[in-house]
């Protein structure tokens, strides 16, 4: 039995995040309002909604790059609001994102270990210098990233510039850096954004591999498809308010949801 079929599992997992009241105004535009939720430890959780509904800015308060005006975040019962992006990499949070954020110039491998850093000791002069210390790490960093290129297929691509590649295989560049220092938590930003329906079914089977690994993962996505077949759990936004939240089946019968978001009855 899945999670998503299993209410029990639901109930006696342990949060592994927070989301406390959290608001954010843009001028008069009240962007998120007084949004709570929690994210379960192993689950795969979806954050839905149409265009406007507050998802990329609730994303990205998460992940650091935007303060929230009131409210909170914890990740571990650690305080992340208002922190840096970097500082809650450090405590396992990584993210990916909708418009990809890579290098072209870069080979594939080279993108990837740059995902790698936050787990290096050695200092940017013993990297100039090309210390011993700073050639062991580039060595282990390598053989602890080879294993992700090559369960993505992508390893025989390690060397090629990533601004050559299809963007299906860029996609896939971007999740291997995100995975690249073995993050506790993925939040994920429309992960199946220009993908092609076979793309999109391989990354399915993908994000679940991820969440059978031990990892937790929040996503925004449009692809409802993807959403209801690999989602534990769903939040569903609206205006910047919390409409709806439970357990794909629940969703698919809320009528808020389906009038607000679905489209009524013609939905």
Same mark, same amino acid.
């Given at each position: 039995?899945?999670? +998503?079929?299993?209410?029990?599992?639901?109930?006696? %997992?342990?949060?592994?995040?927070?989301?406390? =009241?959290?608001? =954010?105004?843009?001028?008069? &535009?009240? @962007?998120? !309002?007084?949004?709570?939720?929690? $994210?379960?430890?192993?689950?795969?959780?979806?954050?839905?909604?149409?265009?406007?509904?507050?998802? *990329? +800015?609730?994303? !990205?308060?998460?992940?650091?790059?935007? &303060?929230?005006?009131?409210? /909170?975040?914890?990740?571990? !019962?650690?305080?992340?609001?208002?922190? =840096?992006?970097? /500082?809650?990499?450090?405590?396992?949070?990584?993210? *990916?994102?909708?418009?990809?954020?890579?290098?072209?110039?870069?080979?594939? &491998?080279?993108?990837?270990?740059?995902?790698?850093? +936050?787990?290096?000791?050695?200092?940017?002069?013993? #990297?100039?210098?090309?210390?011993?210390? %700073? /050639? %062991?790490?580039?060595?282990? @960093?390598?053989?602890? $990233?080879?294993?992700?290129?090559?369960?993505? !297929?992508?390893?025989?691509?390690?060397?090629?510039?990533?601004?050559?590649?299809?963007?299906?295989?860029?996609? @896939?560049?971007?999740?291997?850096?995100?995975?690249?220092?073995?993050?506790?938590?993925?939040?994920?930003?429309?992960?199946?954004?220009?993908?092609?329906?076979?793309? *999109?079914?391989?990354?399915?089977?993908?994000?679940?591999?991820? /969440?059978?690994?031990?990892? *937790?993962?929040?996503? $925004?996505?449009?692809?409802?498809?993807?959403?209801?077949?690999?989602?534990?759990?769903?939040?569903?936004?609206?205006? #910047?308010?919390?409409?709806?939240?439970?357990?794909?089946?629940?969703?698919?019968?809320?009528?808020?949801?389906?009038?607000?978001?679905?489209? #009524?009855?013609?939905?």
């Amino acid at each position: 039995m899945s999670q +998503t079929e299993s209410p029990d599992i639901l109930v006696s %997992s342990p949060s592994i995040m927070k989301i406390d =009241k959290i608001d =954010k105004f843009f001028g008069g &535009l009240h @962007a998120v !309002n007084q949004v709570s939720f929690d $994210v379960k430890k192993g689950f795969i959780k979806a954050v839905i909604g149409p265009n406007g509904a507050g998802k *990329t +800015t609730m994303f !990205n308060m998460i992940a650091g790059s935007c &303060l929230p005006t009131d409210g /909170r975040v914890l990740f571990n !019962n650690k305080e992340l609001t208002g922190k =840096k992006p970097y /500082r809650i990499a450090e405590q396992g949070l990584l993210r *990916t994102f909708q418009n990809l954020k890579l290098c072209s110039h870069l080979s594939v &491998l080279d993108n990837v270990l740059l995902g790698y850093h +936050t787990r290096c000791k050695a200092g940017l002069i013993a #990297g100039m210098i090309s210390s011993k210390r %700073s /050639r %062991s790490e580039e060595k282990e @960093a390598v053989e602890k $990233v080879m294993p992700i290129l090559e369960w993505l !297929n992508m390893a025989d691509k390690r060397f090629s510039e990533v601004g050559n590649l299809s963007f299906g295989e860029q996609r @896939a560049v971007e999740l291997a850096r995100a995975l690249a220092p073995d993050p506790e938590m993925l939040l994920l930003d429309e992960p199946a954004a220009g993908l092609n329906m076979h793309e *999109t079914a391989d990354l399915a089977g993908r994000i679940q591999e991820i /969440r059978d690994q031990g990892r *937790t993962i929040l996503l $925004v996505e449009h692809d409802m498809d993807l959403v209801m077949e690999i989602s534990d759990e769903i939040v569903v936004l609206n205006f #910047g308010k919390k409409i709806a939240e439970g357990v794909p089946s629940e969703i698919q019968k809320n009528e808020d949801v389906i009038r607000i978001y679905l489209g #009524g009855d013609d939905a």
